[in-house]
């Protein structure tokens, strides 16, 4: 009886242990969350208007024989992937682990810690991730592009739903695709709208990784969050279940001592 006490007093002690690194945890994801948010918000404001610029651009028939919009048989396939920075998070990095099972022979430029631990890769973390890491990647890949290296460029990220809502995914953003439906612009480009195109496409790139990064940033806090959370009311849950079981101990232990007490004085 007195071992299984000790037991259910260390496994309560483990526990609660637990519970106080998962609540910690949770706090600081939550203050987490606000900036991730406006920042993630702020990353959708530029991507779109990026995106706008470029959709402009391939409206005119010369820049669809831009090297960066050139179709190509092969199926060479170069992704940058985002993960998270850290563990405890849900399901957030297997998410985006089981999404690339799809490309198995793509090649692989990580970003966050996880995926960096996962490929093998230099580190660059999610969080402070910063637009010069973003140009420095952005600049390579346009060159390889256009020298013919791949054929398709695309970013596993995570897609920001809601606090309880996050979805990996792959958007992709090479070879540029023109609407069909899409009227010509007015906008006059100097010197053509060629050269404006093949200027700004590694910007164009390097703004679509921040903002797919800073989007995954949020969806890692948010997802770590309210793991956090689960994670503590289960805590809290087992360590009331075991505390119930210990009480059930301490009690029927006292109650055997008592009856050997009296059983011993021949009462």
């Not at 256009?146 to 920001?160: H, L, N, P, Q």
Request: charged letters at 25%.
């Amino acid at each position: 009886m007195g071992a299984d006490i000790k037991r259910l007093r260390t496994r309560i002690k483990s526990v609660d242990s637990t519970l106080h690194l998962t609540k910690a945890m949770g706090l600081v994801a939550s203050s987490k969350i606000r900036r991730a948010t406006d920042s993630m918000l702020k990353g959708r404001e530029y991507a779109l208007a990026l995106e706008d610029m470029v959709a402009q651009l391939m409206t005119s028939g010369e820049c669809r024989k831009s090297p960066y919009a050139a179709k190509r048989d092969g199926g060479r396939t170069r992704l940058l992937v985002v993960a998270g920075d850290r563990g405890l998070a849900g399901g957030y990095n297997a998410n985006i682990f089981r999404l690339m099972r799809e490309y198995p022979d793509a090649e692989v430029i990580p970003v966050g810690k996880r995926a960096c631990d996962r490929y093998g890769e230099r580190l660059l973390h999610a969080e402070g991730f910063s637009y010069r890491d973003a140009k420095g990647i952005a600049d390579t890949l346009c060159s390889d592009f256009a020298e013919g290296k791949f054929d398709r460029f695309g970013i596993v990220c995570t897609k920001y739903h809601s606090l309880m809502s996050q979805e990996a995914c792959v958007k992709w953003f090479l070879p540029l695709t023109a609407e069909d439906n899409k009227a010509a612009s007015s906008t006059v480009f100097e010197p053509d709208e060629v050269t404006v195109l093949n200027a700004v496409i590694p910007e164009y790139i390097a703004g679509m990784i921040v903002s797919c990064v800073k989007e995954s940033f949020a969806g890692e806090v948010a997802a770590r969050r309210v793991a956090m959370d689960s994670a503590g009311k289960n805590a809290q849950e087992m360590i009331d279940r075991l505390g119930l079981e210990y009480n059930r101990a301490r009690q029927s232990s006292i109650t055997q001592e008592i009856t050997e007490i009296v059983a011993g004085s021949g009462i």
